[in-house]
């Protein structure tokens, strides 16, 4: 089987803090962030693995991100995928998941690989859509399908479990397919010292926009039908007042202030 898994690297929710949005622009800046493989998609990329060790074959992974997320790829080979490119352009920043799914779709046709499957965590730390997967099925006119817990692969047939509110839904779909795998789905390998070893024989093949057969206007931020607003900071300042006295005297004026408030006690 040919296997492709979509991934994103995202800022470490650890590190959100420390993100800042860029008042001309309206995008995130992300330059100088800590930077994770998206959590779904290394579900994404587990479930792949475990299919190539069943059936045979291999892995590619695919991301749209900044050249500087390369480290990042690397450890995806490094957990065992097989070869591994990168979309990075500046003309493709900015995208929503329209013109990320688009991107993504272009970037896998100038593979030349017929790919069986493709894989895509089904939503992204950052963003938390779950658009992605569906509009790159759309994209591609294969069947598609998303929040997938199980998958197993037989005659041409991908069996899933979807998970759902108060359950889970099995399906049957043709292959080729898309399908997006739900966070926390499985429990994604470590990557071994020998992983790391193998990854840095293995290339990660970088496209830019002249690589690609893309129309300009379905890609970066013009391409794309979602457009950032105005920017409003919430003013977070709160009246005080310094309580003084005894504290059988602050307690009692303090009872006051609460009562005034509405609040019984």
């Not at 990168?86 to 690989?113: N, P, V």
């Not at 997967?133 to 199980?150: D, K, R």
């Amino acid at each position: 089987m040919n296997i492709a898994v979509c991934v994103k690297p995202v800022p470490d929710p650890e590190k959100y803090n420390l993100l800042e949005i860029d008042p001309k622009t309206k995008r995130l800046v992300r330059e100088g962030i800590p930077t994770i493989i998206n959590p779904a998609d290394k579900n994404a990329l587990e479930a792949a693995l475990r299919l190539k060790e069943l059936h045979g074959g291999r892995v590619a992974v695919i991301s749209m991100a900044p050249l500087f997320s390369q480290d990042k790829i690397k450890e995806c080979l490094a957990m065992g995928a097989d070869e591994a490119y990168l979309i990075s352009d500046r003309a493709f920043g900015g995208a929503d998941t329209f013109s990320t799914s688009y991107t993504l779709a272009k970037g896998l046709e100038k593979t030349g690989i017929q790919f069986d499957l493709i894989l895509a965590g089904n939503d992204s730390a950052d963003g938390a859509t779950s658009h992605v997967p569906s509009q790159l099925g759309e994209w591609m006119e294969l069947p598609h399908i998303t929040n997938i817990t199980e998958i197993e692969i037989h005659d041409g047939i991908a069996s899933v479990k979807k998970k759902i509110s108060d359950g889970l839904i099995e399906y049957d779909m043709e292959l080729p397919a898309v399908a997006g795998i739900a966070r926390n789905s499985n429990q994604p390998r470590m990557v071994s010292a020998m992983g790391i070893v193998k990854a840095k024989n293995k290339k990660i093949e970088v496209y830019t926009q002249k690589d690609l057969d893309v129309d300009e206007g379905l890609i970066g931020l013009s391409g794309s039908p979602t457009q950032p607003g105005q920017l409003l900071t919430p003013d977070m300042s709160r009246n005080a007042k310094l309580l003084q006295g005894e504290p059988a005297e602050i307690a009692a004026e303090l009872l006051a202030i609460i009562r005034k408030a509405g609040i019984a006690v």
